[in-house]
């Protein structure tokens, strides 16, 4: 099984509408969880963190469920400005005081009018 | 905020020359990391280091080396370019939350 997987889409909507990405991941150990946002020949952005108690951001909400391994990322009311890929990275933490990042491969998001 | 630059944004080199990408952060973190990221494969950890001098291997450091004498510098080197290193390379350093920030990224093109 890999270590973060995602669904690689292309996701195409019109706008306005509700989409969401799901995040699976292997190592139970997992500490932290992001999503970020990456516009095509830039670098990736942090669009927002995961919490355990689920967490909203205006249009944008990400939850975590521990006991299934996965996270996921909900956009409400789609706008052409969400089109982009979204990338899943999970923290599983490491010693030394330094971290361990996987990366989901992304999924790619494409809001018509 | 953070800044993370990238000295070059595009490069073209041929094959068995040296490339040398440089990365550099002005918010005194201690983790560096670079990666490469293609298409269908996602970003992939080449090296990163946690401190000055120290340096780690990542998931595909062959034909990679990385040099970390100044703590806000940390750069990646090619010492003999071949084509299947074409590639987007973009540095990253980290929060103490675990938030990443990148740089905008090399585009390496060996011909």
């Known amino acids: 099984r890999k270590e973060v997987e995602q669904d690689p889409g292309p996701f195409n909507v019109p706008e306005g509408a509700t989409v969401a990405f799901n995040c699976t991941y292997s190592n139970s150990a997992s500490q932290s969880f992001f999503w970020y946002r990456q516009d095509c020949r830039k670098e990736p952005k942090l669009l927002m963190s995961v919490y355990s108690s689920g967490n909203e951001d205006g249009r944008f909400t990400a939850q975590l469920n521990r006991a299934s391994q996965y996270i996921s990322l909900l956009i409400r009311d789609s706008k052409l400005s969400d089109s982009a890929t979204y990338l899943c990275?999970?923290?599983?933490?490491?010693?030394?005081?330094?971290?361990?990042?996987?990366f989901g491969k992304g999924t790619m998001l494409l809001v018509s009018p | 905020d953070v800044k993370v630059t990238q000295s070059s944004r595009y490069l073209v080199k041929r094959t068995g020359e040296k490339v040398f990408l440089e990365c550099v952060q002005d918010m005194d973190h201690e983790n560096m990391f670079w990666y490469r990221q293609d298409p269908g494969l996602g970003l992939r950890l080449i090296y990163f280091s946690y401190d000055v001098k120290m340096k780690e291997k990542g998931d595909i450091p062959e034909g990679y080396s990385v040099s970390r004498e100044k703590k806000e510098r940390f750069s990646l080197i090619l010492e003999s370019a071949s084509t299947n290193q074409t590639s987007m390379y973009l540095c990253a350093t980290v929060e103490n939350t675990g938030e990443l920030f990148f740089g905008e990224g090399s585009r390496l093109t060996v011909l």
């Open positions: 990275v999970v923290n599983t933490g490491g010693n030394s005081g330094y971290s361990t990042l996987t």
